[in-house]
Antibody, heavy 123, light 106 residues
Framework: QVQLQQSGPGLVKPSQTLSLSCVISGDSVSSSSAAWTWIRQSPSRGLEWLGKTYYRSKWYSDSAESVKSRISFNVDTSKNQVFLHLSSVTPDDTATYYC?????????????WGQGTLVTVSS | EVVLTQSPATLSLSPGDRATLSCRASQRVSSSLAWYQHRPGQAPRLLIYGASTRATGIPDRFSGSGSGTEFTLTISSLQSEDFALYYCQQYNDWPTFGQGTKVEIK
């Protein structure tokens, strides 16, 4: 049973970096088939795919054009977790952030999701 | 970017009713479409992928159909736990989501 447990601050100041963690159980962050994805949801943007990181002999990542210059991912294989970092945040980045598993590199849907983390960007 | 338009925005039905939710794509996405259920305070749940394949553990009252630009999610007989938000998502291109249909108790 795959489970994703998210954690991170609920409040971030404008211009700072938003960082969230997602601990994976029931699968490996270094899976040769899955990808670990971040998606956010806000009233203004709806559900928005942000990007993913995955391991295929080495680590790769892809990200949405809307956040490409500000987003990064890293992993801690010893703790089986992935991290999202979104820099230079503005109030427009206020959203509920989800980590999710894309089960296969060939089909980009999401079969397991974290519980979500509401992040508010405000001074 | 592929824009997905879901209709109706809200569906008011009674337990036992049949629910029909629509999702229209701005361009052809083949059968690369998924449906999710989202209950407040819970993680979204994958229902359908490949337009018509039920995900693991999903009851057979949920069914998906369509291809190209027109897709439908049908819930044959609504149970109390089915009153929730439903989203479609395409993955023929960079993934995008519809804005959702709320299925509420009439």
């Amino acid at each position: 049973q795959v489970q994703l447990q998210q954690s991170g601050p609920g409040l971030v100041k404008p211009s700072q970096t938003l960082s969230l963690s997602c601990v994976i159980s029931g699968d490996s962050v270094s899976s040769s088939s899955a990808a670990w994805t971040w998606i956010r949801q806000s009233p203004s943007r709806g559900l928005e795919w942000l990007g993913k990181t995955y391991y295929r002999s080495k680590w790769y990542s892809d990200s949405a054009e809307s956040v490409k210059s500000r987003i990064s991912f890293n992993v801690d294989t010893s703790k089986n977790q992935v991290f999202l970092h979104l820099s230079s945040v503005t109030p427009d980045d206020t959203a509920t952030y989800y980590c999710a598993r894309q089960p296969s590199g060939w089909v980009v849907y999401f079969d397991h999701w974290g519980q979500g983390t509401l992040v508010t960007v405000s001074s | 970017e592929v824009v997905l338009t879901q209709s109706p925005a809200t569906l008011s039905l009674s337990p036992g009713d049949r629910a029909t939710l629509s999702c229209r794509a701005s361009q052809r996405v083949s059968s690369s479409l998924a449906w999710y259920q989202h209950r407040p305070g819970q993680a979204p749940r994958l229902l359908i992928y490949g337009a018509s394949t039920r995900a693991t553990g999903i009851p057979d009252r949920f069914s998906g159909s369509g291809s190209g630009t027109e897709f439908t999610l049908t819930i044959s007989s609504l149970q109390s736990e089915d009153f929730a938000l439903y989203y479609c998502q395409q993955y023929n291109d960079w993934p995008t989501f519809g804005q959702g249909t709320k299925v509420e108790i009439k």
